[in-house]
Every structure is written in structure tokens, then in C-alpha cells.
């Protein structure tokens, strides 16, 4: 790493095309003490800093290139409850959890929510998000949804769809059903990051961006390095995820990225748009590897998926997703692409998120799988508990044995990317 080569800009996506602010805060160039130094400005890093400073602590926030600059502000902006593994720690755990991991499911959608409110975040959020079934065999999953929100006496809009309204609705026949989810939705996930970004700085969070940390001395007080300066702290959280590659010792084969890749058409005209998607909700299918879409504020059709396990990344961005939307949309054929990009999501073996400790005061959580947007959220609160002291949600998860593949992340790529294939297959089969 070239420590005086500032770090790098925004990918040129939609969102970057858009943002309400183009943030500019300063390199660290000096040594700094702190209550905790957070490192890596995406959701889980901003999300903590803002519970951080809410909560009264003193906090320095450290970005090796813009806030939002990872997966945080380059994603899908699907807002869709839950966290990836929940079923499995309710598994270990029984039903004595069960409402615990309700709350969970939940919690990061209304930090969200609440925030967006709170500080009046212009994120273009929207609500409902529908899954939808392009096998016959998925829809057996919406049942199961419906079952568990009556048991939990849920108070909010959802529905299932068969395929006639599917297909009216969305104005395609590619899938056997959906269900939609007015409590889940989606939004600008970029203006949510630098909005939550700037009401932390507004609580005194001290913001560094172009400042990448490049190792971390343990102690009492542990010292987290830059190029040009240093934050010393009682805690530390390290929320780099797919892109970092800090404490190699303890998380290195912990997570694997992959890449996923969105494009995003001209503005499609008003009669498209009521053909397409009238409700405007965000859409994602219920395959092992996902394709989802939705429109943006300015009525594009935003279309991602064809996660790339294997590192490698596609010659043409378009040319890998374009021919993935006109399957769900042929009429869209001579639509202008305008924007293409990818980004890197970080895979843990079993879909847990991998939330823990090093030792006492360095904490980090990375791994969503794909699925961070409202995740992200809730382990912000979850560690900001934890270092308060209450340690029961902290607890489910860094409990959780996690997997290190042996070799180098290069072959642990290859294994996941040959695991892949088979819920590819999978997926192709019975359409
Ligand atoms: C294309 C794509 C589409 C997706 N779609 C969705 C979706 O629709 N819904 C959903 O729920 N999830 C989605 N996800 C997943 C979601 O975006 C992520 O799970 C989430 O944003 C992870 O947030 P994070 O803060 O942990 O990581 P990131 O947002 O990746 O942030 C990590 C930050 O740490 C910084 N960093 C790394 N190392 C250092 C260092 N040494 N020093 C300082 N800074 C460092 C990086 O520069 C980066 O800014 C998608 C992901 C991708 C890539």
C-alpha cells in the first residue's frame, strides 16, 4: 500500500451520480485519543459510530477511501428484514430464543427507519419489497413467511401474490409467485450512508476519509496506525469486511468476497414503469444466488445479481447482468444501460455474520453474505451494547464457531466458487 497516494473515489454508479453531499472529510495526520476508534466507514462502521455517539461515547471513524466507498454504497438498496443464519442459531438454541430472534430480524429495518426520521435523511426510501418464486417449489416459502408473521401477531401490510398477480403486477411470467412486505422496502443506500455519516459527525464523531489503517497495536489502550497519524482508544471495531485485510492472524479465510455487479437503464417512460412495477417495490427471487430489482427515484430500473465467487472479475459488467434482465424483461431490449458497477460482498461458509472479539477491546463484525443493508444496522447496536457491557445478542453470535478454510483466500475462493456451482445447477433446474 502507498501510504502517501490518497485513497480512491467512488465507483461510477448510479448512486455516486446522485449523492445529496460529496463528502470531504480530512486524512488523519496527527494522533488523536478516543473513547473507540472504528475502522472502515460502510454501514457497519457509520451505523456504530452514530449508536456510538448517541450513547455519549467519544468515537473517530476511520475510511481508507470515502464514506460509503464498499458495498455500502454501491448494493442493491433492497431494505429486507432478517440476518443470514438466524435459523441456524435458533437451531442451537430452541424456542427459548425465539422471540429474541424476532426482535432481530426486525431491529435493523427500524434503526433505519428511525434514523431516516430522526435526521432527516433524504434517501429516496420506498416500501415493499416482494420475493418472488421462479421455481413452482419456492412457493412454499411464502407460506411459511405468512405462518410466522401471524404467529408474531405482525401489525404490517403483506400479501401473498399467485402467479396472475405476479404477473400483472410486474408485467412479466418468469416467476410462479411472490410475497410481498410493506415493512421491508427500498432506498438510496449511498445518501443513507453519508446522511448517517454527517448526523454522526454532527454528535462530534470525528470523521477521516483518504486515511487507510495499516495494523493495530494491542494493549490496554490500543493504538490504530495510518499513513500520517494514529487514534489511540479503550476499544477499537473493525468493520472493513470484504475489503479489509487487517489482523490476518485471527480473521484472515474468515470471509470470502465475491463479486456482485448492478446496471442501471436510461429512465424508463411512465407507461413502462406502469407495466413493470406500479407499486414500486423492491424485487428479489428466491434462488441461492439471487437476482433482484427495483427503480430508483428517477425511474431507472436498477437490475444486480450473478455473484462472482471465484474472483475473477467479467470482462463486461453488462454484458454479464443485461442478458439476466431481458430473461425478466425482453421488452427492454433497446433500452439505454447507463451505468454499470460491481462490488465486492463478503461471504462467511455458514452464512452466520462473523461477529467477535480478538481479544478484550478489539471487536469486529463482517461476513452478511450478501444480505447487509438492515444487518449491518442491528450489529452496530449489538456491539455498541456489547461494549457497554451487555452482552446477551453478542453473545448468540460470537458464540458461533466459524470455519477458517486453510490456504490462501485465492484457493478458499475456488472451493466456495466450486460450492457455488452446485446451487447455480441448482437454481437452473425446474424453472
Ligand atoms: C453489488 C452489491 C449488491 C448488494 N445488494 C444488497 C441489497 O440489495 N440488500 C442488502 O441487504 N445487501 C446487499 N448487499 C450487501 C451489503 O451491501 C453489505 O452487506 C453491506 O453494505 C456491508 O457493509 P459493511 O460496512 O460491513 O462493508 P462495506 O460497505 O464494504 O464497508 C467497508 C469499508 O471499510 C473500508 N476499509 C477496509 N479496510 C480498511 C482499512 N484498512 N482502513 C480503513 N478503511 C478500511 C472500505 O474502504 C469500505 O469503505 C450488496 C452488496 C453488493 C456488493
Known sequence: MNLNKPGKEHTRSYYAASVNEVTAYPQLTDHRSVDICVVGAGFTGVATALTLAERGFSVALLEANRVGWGASGRNGGQMINGVSGLAKIRK???????????????????????????????CDLKDGFLEVAPKASQIAYFDEYAEERRRHDFSHEYEIWDREKTRAMLGTDAFHGGFLCKRDGHLHPL?????EARAAHDLGVQIFEQSPV????????PRVATGQGSVEAKAVILAGN???QLEPEHLS??????????????????????????LDVAVCDANEVVDYFRLSADKRLLFGGACNYSGREP?????????????????LKDVRIDFEWGGKIGIVLNRIPALGRINDNVYYCQGYSGHGVCPTHLMGEIMSDAIAGTLERFDLFANIKHFRLPGSQWIGNQIIALGMLYYKIKDRIGR
Open 214 to 221: 495499516t495494523g493495530i497495536e494491542h494493549g490496554s489502550r
Open 242 to 244: 470484504a475489503y479489509s
Open 92 to 122: 442451537r438454541h430452541g424456542d427459548s430464543i425465539a422471540d429474541i430472534l424476532w426482535d432481530m430480524k426486525w431491529r435493523g429495518n427500524d434503526i433505519i427507519r428511525e434514523r431516516i426520521q430522526k435526521y432527516n435523511i433524504q
Open 191 to 195: 445518501n443513507l450512508c453519508i446522511g
Open 315 to 331: 470482462d463486461s459488467i453488462q454484458s454479464y447482468i443485461r442478458p439476466r434482465m431481458l430473461r425478466v424483461y425482453p421488452r
Open 253 to 278: 479465510n474468515l470471509v470470502f468476497p465475491a463479486g456482485s455487479y448492478i446496471i442501471a437503464t436510461e429512465p424508463l417512460s411512465d407507461d413502462v414503469i406502469e407495466e413493470i412495477n406500479p
